[in-house]
């Protein structure tokens, strides 16, 4: 369990520096740059726990459930690396509002995350956080139908607008991603609680 609040830790880093870009896209590349390094740092999360799982006869709940809860921590990190390398890719000028809100939401979401997993075992306080979690993603999925529907109204370049569309669908995404990580936190809750 301390190894998967570390790991979350750096998800959490990794989250707070995306909430950085979109809030001041000043020093753009410098900050995609520590993201990356983060992001490398939590592969090595990763990798340790696969190793530490490996050999581990006896584990505190189901090796599955390990595995899993390891691989969506990963991919939410890997997620918000994306979203920042299509920022710079793409060459977005700004931010706009619904994109600080989503980087919000995420953050929010993993702050969340890494406060349920310092919860084991205490299986009712991890059930409130992954409630709020999901009431999280629900919001995101609100914005992003409201973003998209503004962007296809207001958007005249359609070059910007792809770009803008495939954006706001990576940062609905990341934050389905979050919600699949409390599912699981979830079911591994009912199942051994």
């Known amino acids: 369990f301390d190894m998967f609040v570390e790991a979350s830790e750096v998800v ?15 020093n753009l590349d410098e ?8 992001e490398k740092k939590g592969d090595g999360y990763t990798h340790r726990m696969v190793d ?3 050999r ?30 299509r920022l710079h890719l793409f ?3 700004n ?15 993993v702050s969340d995350i890494n ?7 205490k299986t009712q306080k991890i059930l409130n956080i992954t409630r709020d979690i999901k009431d999280l993603e629900s919001e995101g999925d609100t914005l992003s139908h409201k973003l998209i529907g503004d962007l296809f109204e207001q958007e005249k370049d359609p070059i910007e607008l792809i770009k803008l569309k495939e954006i706001y669908g990576r940062l609905e995404s990341t934050l389905d991603r979050c919600q699949d990580l409390a599912c699981l936190l ?3 809750v009912v199942k051994n609680g």
Not at 14 to 26: L, P, S
Not at 31 to 38: P, V
Not at 57 to 83: G, V
């Open 12 to 26: 959490l880093e990794g989250a707070k520096i995306f909430k950085e870009i979109m809030e001041n896209f000043d």
């Open 52 to 54: 530490a799982l490996n």
């Open 95 to 109: 931010t706009n509002a619904g994109m600080k809100r989503f980087a919000s939401l995420i953050y929010q979401a």
């Open 91 to 93: 060459k977005i000028k």
């Open 56 to 85: 581990s006869f006896i584990t505190p709940i189901d090796r599955d459930d390990i595995y899993r809860l390891n691989s969506n921590l990963d991919d939410i990190l890997d997620y918000i690396e994306a979203c920042a390398v």
């Open 115 to 121: 406060s349920a997993l310092s919860q084991f075992p």
């Open 186 to 188: 979830e079911a591994i």
């Open 31 to 38: 900050k995609i740059q520590r993201l990356s390094e983060i």
